[in-house]
C-alpha cells in the first residue's frame, strides 16, 4: 500500500541553524500539507500546497518557514533560522483531491531538537 | 484555538466491551470529520471519517456518529481490542479554496485497552 515517507526521522540542531525536513507524499496525490505537535500538544497545521504553491498557511507559518516541491516527487519544508521552541514532531501529509476520498494520509514524522 | 475539543484526555476500557470517545466542535463551517489513531513514534493513522450531510457513518468495528445541533460527534470501537489501545484524535475540516483541507485538531484521547 502507498505510504508517505520522510526523512530524516530525527534531526538535531543548533539554534539559528537551517534545516530542511523532506517528504516523499503518495504519487497520485495532489494536495500536500505540514503539521506538527509540540510535545504534549495538539497536532497543529503548519500550510497546505497544491499546483506548486501555497493553498494556505496558519500564522505559525512565518518568513522563517518555506516550501518547496523541488521534483516530481518531493517535498520539502525548510526552517531559516531554527529556534528553540521549533522543536516538534513535524508530519507531512497529503490528499488525492478527488472529493470522494477526503482523508489526509500522514507520514511518520520527523522529530526536530532544536538545542 | 480551540475550535476541536476533546475533553477526556485519557479512556480505560475492558477488553470485549465498547470503547466511546467524544469530541466536540464550535465551527459550524466545519463539513467533514475524520478520526485518526496514534501510537508513539508514528504518525496519524486514518481509522474513519464522516461528512456533515450524514449522522452515522460504519466501518467494521469503527462506528461515528455525528450530532450537528450539538456540534458533537463520537466514535464507537466495539468490540474494544488491545490492539486498539493509542492515542485517538478528532479532526475537523472545511474546505479551502482550490480544494484543500486545513485539519483542525483535538488533544486527543489515550485510549487503554485491560485484558
Known amino acids: 500500500e502507498p505510504e508517505v515517507t520522510q526523512t530524516p526521522s530525527h534531526q538535531v540542531t543548533q539554534m539559528g541553524q537551517e534545516v530542511i525536513l523532506r517528504c516523499v507524499p503518495i504519487?497520485?496525490?495532489?494536495?500536500f500539507y505540514w503539521y506538527r505537535q509540540i510535545l504534549g500538544q495538539k497536532v497543529e497545521f503548519l500550510v497546505s500546497?497544491?499546483?506548486?504553491?501555497?493553498?494556505?498557511k496558519s500564522e505559525i507559518f512565518d518568513d522563517q518557514f518555506s516550501v518547496e516541491r523541488p521534483d516530481g516527487s518531493n517535498f520539502t519544508l525548510k526552517i531559516r533560522s531554527t529556534k528553540l521552541e521549533d522543536s516538534a514532531m513535524y508530519f507531512c501529509?497529503?490528499?488525492?483531491?478527488?472529493?470522494?476520498?477526503?482523508?489526509?494520509?500522514f507520514g511518520p514524522g520527523t522529530r526536530l531538537t532544536v538545542l | 484555538d480551540q475550535q476541536v475539543k476533546q475533553n477526556s484526555p485519557s479512556l480505560s476500557v475492558q477488553e470485549g466491551r465498547i470503547s466511546i470517545l467524544n469530541c466536540d466542535y464550535t465551527?459550524?463551517?466545519?463539513?467533514?470529520f475524520l478520526w485518526y489513531k496514534k501510537y508513539p513514534a508514528e504518525g496519524p493513522t486514518f481509522l474513519i471519517s464522516?461528512?456533515?450531510?450524514?449522522d452515522k457513518n460504519e466501518d467494521g468495528r469503527f462506528t461515528v456518529f455525528l450530532n450537528k445541533s450539538a456540534k458533537h460527534l463520537s466514535l464507537h470501537i466495539v468490540p474494544s481490542q488491545p490492539g486498539d489501545s493509542a492515542v485517538y484524535f478528532c479532526?475537523?475540516?472545511?474546505?479551502?479554496?482550490?480544494?484543500?483541507?486545513?485539519?483542525?485538531f483535538g488533544q486527543g484521547t489515550r485510549l487503554t485497552i485491560n485484558p
Open positions: 501529509a497529503s490528499n488525492p483531491g478527488d472529493q470522494t476520498d477526503n482523508e489526509q494520509f
Open positions: 504519487s497520485n496525490h495532489l494536495y
Open positions: 500546497f497544491y499546483n506548486n504553491e501555497i493553498s494556505e
Open positions: 465551527n459550524s463551517m466545519f463539513d467533514y
Open positions: 464522516i461528512s456533515s450531510i450524514k
Open positions: 479532526a475537523a475540516s472545511a474546505y479551502l479554496i482550490q480544494g484543500a483541507q486545513k485539519l483542525v
